[in-house]
C-alpha cells in the first residue's frame, strides 16, 4: 500500500477541522477560563500540542502502511489520533481551574503558572498511565463492568461538554440554535451536503458566517491584532518546569482526576482499537497503547497540559477512502497551525460559537454509546453511573457564580444552603472524586442486577479504602473553590496540625463498609422473586 491514495485528500480535510474545532475550543478556554497569557498559550502550550500529534499521527500513519504490508492489503486505514476531548475539559475544570483559583485563595504571586503546572503534571501522569496500562490493559478491562467505565465517561460527556455548551448555545440563540439544528440534521439524521462538501467544513462556514452577521466576530473586538502572534514558535522542552511542578504538590491533590481519566484514556483508545479490528484493521493493542501514553508525555515535556489519544471515528474514515497518508497530512497541518501562531488569526476569525454545537455532539454521542454498547438490563447502571458527572459539573457551576458574585464560599454559606433545602455539602462531597464515585456505583447496581453479592461487596470495599484515604468525597473549602482534603498523608508526611480531622470522609467510609456488609449478607436474608411479582 502506498502511503498516499485518493481517499486521504478529503480524510485530512475531515480530520484537520475535527482537530481545529478541538484547538478553537482549546484556546479560548485557556484564554477566557484560565486567564493564561497569549505567551504561554502560543509559546508553550500549542507547540507541546504539535509534538503529540507528530509523534501519534506519523507512528499510525507507519503502523498503517507496515499492516498494508504483512496482509498483502492496500486498503489499511490509520487510527486517527488528537486531543482527547474529555481530557481537554477535564483539566481545564478540575485540575487547571481549581489549581488557580487554590492559589488565588492563597494570595500566590503567579496563579497561572502554578495552575499550568498543575496541568502539566496531569498530563505527564495520565501518560504514565497510558503507558504502563498498555502492558495489562486487557485485564483491567476484564474486571471492569463495561457499563462502569462507560457511565462515567457518558457522564463527563453530558455535563462537561454537553450542558456546558448548551447553556452557551442558548446565551447567543441566533448562531447557537442554527448550529444545533445543524449538526443534528448532518450526524443524526445521517445526512450530507450536495456537491460532496465536508459537513465539518460547511458547519464551521454557516457558523462563522453567523458570527460576523450577529456581532460575536471578529472575537476580541475592532481593537484585536490577530496576526500580533504570527511568527514561528519553536518546540522547547520545559523539562524544569516540569519538574518542578511535579514537586509542586499538584500530583497528590490531583490524583481522584488524574488516576480514572487515565484509565478511561486506555479504555476509550482499546475500544477504538477495537472499533477498527471490526472495521477490518487489525491493529496490535500494546505498540498502539504505548505510543498513545508516549505522545501525552511528549504533549506534558513540551508544555502542554492536554492529553492525547486514538479517537473514535476509524470506520468513518475508512469509508472516506483515507488510508495513511491523511494521518501524515493532519499531523503536519496541526503543526503548522500550533508553531506559526496561526491560532490567533483563527481565534480571531472564528468564534467558539461556530464550533461548539460539534463538541456538544460529541458529548451526546459519548453518552449514548454507554447505552448503544450496554445490555438493556444494565441501563439502570449507566444512569446511575452518569450522576456523580453531572453533580460535580453543577458544583461547578454554584462555585463560579459564587465566585463571580463576590461571595465567600465557606462552610456558613454551606450550612445557610442546607437549611434552605440545597445540600451543597453533599454536592461538593460527591463531587471529591466523582469519577471513582460513578465507576464504582455504576459496577455495583451491575453486580445487583447480577446478583454477585461478593463482588458487589469488593466494589464497596474499593469506595471504603477511598474515601478512608480522602481520595474520595473529601474536600476543604478554600474562599473560591473546594479542594480534595488529605489529612491522612499530612500525618504521614508529619505536617498533620493537632486537631484537624484525620478522616474529613469518614462518614462516607463507613457508609460504604456497612453497605458492603449488606451485600456480604444479602445471600442469607434475600431470595430471588419474578419480574411481576411485588418485592
Not at 477498527?276 to 487489525?282: F, K, L, V, W
Request: aromatic letters at 12%; a positive charge.
Amino acid at each position: 500500500m502506498k502511503w498516499f491514495s485518493r481517499g486521504d485528500g478529503e480524510g485530512f480535510v475531515v480530520a484537520f477541522v475535527n482537530n481545529l474545532v478541538q484547538l478553537l475550543i482549546l484556546a479560548p478556554l485557556c484564554r477566557g477560563v484560565l486567564g493564561f497569557s497569549p505567551e504561554l498559550i502560543y509559546g508553550r502550550i500549542l507547540p507541546g500540542v504539535a509534538i503529540s500529534f507528530l509523534v501519534g499521527n506519523l507512528f499510525y500513519a507507519w503502523q498503517a502502511v507496515q499492516l498494508a504490508r504483512r496482509e498483502g492489503r492496500t486498503d489499511v486505514t490509520a487510527l486517527p489520533y488528537g486531543i482527547s476531548t474529555p481530557g481537554l475539559f477535564a483539566h481545564v475544570f478540575l485540575v487547571m481551574l481549581p489549581a488557580k483559583q487554590l492559589a488565588l485563595a492563597q494570595g500566590l504571586a503567579d496563579p497561572e503558572r502554578f495552575a499550568w503546572h498543575a496541568g502539566l503534571v496531569a498530563c505527564f501522569a495520565g501518560g504514565l498511565i497510558e503507558f504502563g496500562c498498555a502492558f495489562f490493559a486487557e485485564k483491567i478491562r476484564r474486571h471492569t463492568p463495561p457499563a462502569a467505565m462507560l457511565a462515567t465517561l457518558a457522564g463527563v460527556g453530558l455535563g462537561f461538554l454537553g450542558l456546558s455548551f448548551l447553556f452557551q448555545a442558548f446565551a447567543a440563540p441566533v448562531i447557537g440554535l442554527v448550529m444545533l439544528v445543524l449538526v443534528f440534521l448532518v450526524f443524526f439524521g445521517r445526512v450530507k451536503f450536495r456537491g460532496g462538501l465536508p459537513a465539518t467544513v460547511v458547519l464551521l462556514a454557516v457558523g462563522t458566517a453567523l458570527a460576523w452577521a450577529t456581532g460575536l466576530a471578529p472575537v476580541g473586538g475592532p481593537a484585536a491584532q490577530p496576526l500580533a502572534h504570527f511568527k514561528l514558535y519553536f518546540p522547547v522542552p520545559v523539562l524544569g518546569e516540569l519538574w518542578t511542578a511535579l514537586f509542586g504538590g499538584h500530583i497528590v491533590a490531583y490524583l481522584s482526576v488524574v488516576i480514572p481519566i487515565g484509565l478511561l484514556g486506555v479504555l476509550a483508545s482499546l475500544q477504538n482499537i477495537e472499533s477498527a479490528a471490526a472495521a477490518g484493521d487489525n491493529y496490535p493493542v500494546r505498540p498502539s497503547l504505548v505510543i498513545n501514553g508516549l505522545g501525552t508525555i511528549a504533549a506534558a515535556c513540551f508544555g502542554s497540559p492536554f492529553p492525547s489519544s486514538i479517537y473514535i471515528g476509524h470506520p468513518a474514515w475508512k469509508k472516506l477512502g483515507a488510508r495513511a497518508g491523511y494521518s501524515v497530512l493532519n499531523g503536519l497541518g496541526i503543526t503548522l497551525v500550533c508553531l506559526t501562531g496561526a491560532m490567533g488569526a483563527l481565534t480571531w476569525l472564528i468564534p467558539a460559537e461556530a464550533g461548539i454545537a460539534i463538541i456538544l455532539w460529541i458529548g451526546i454521542i459519548i453518552a449514548a454509546q454507554a447505552f448503544e454498547v450496554t445490555e438493556k438490563k444494565y441501563y439502570p447502571a449507566v444512569v446511575v453511573g452518569l450522576l456523580p458527572a453531572l453533580a460535580a459539573w453543577a458544583m461547578l457551576i454554584v462555585k463560579t457564580s459564587v465566585g463571580a458574585g463576590g461571595a465567600t464560599l465557606n462552610a456558613a454559606l454551606v450550612s445557610g444552603a442546607s437549611r434552605a433545602g440545597a445540600y451543597l455539602g453533599g454536592g461538593f462531597a460527591l463531587e471529591q472524586g466523582f469519577l471513582y464515585s460513578a465507576m464504582i456505583w455504576s459496577a455495583v447496581v451491575v453486580c445487583i442486577i447480577d446478583r454477585r453479592w461478593l463482588r458487589a461487596a469488593a466494589w464497596c470495599g474499593v469506595g471504603a479504602v477511598l474515601a478512608l484515604s480522602g481520595l474520595m468525597h473529601s474536600y476543604a473549602l478554600t474562599g473560591r473553590d473546594t479542594v480534595i482534603d488529605l489529612p491522612l498523608l499530612a500525618w504521614a508526611s508529619g505536617t498533620w496540625t493537632p486537631g484537624r480531622a484525620l478522616f474529613p470522609a469518614g462518614g462516607a467510609a463507613l457508609g460504604y463498609t456497612l453497605a458492603a456488609l449488606v451485600f456480604l449478607l444479602a445471600k442469607f436474608i434475600t431470595v430471588p422473586r419474578a419480574e411481576d411479582e411485588v418485592a
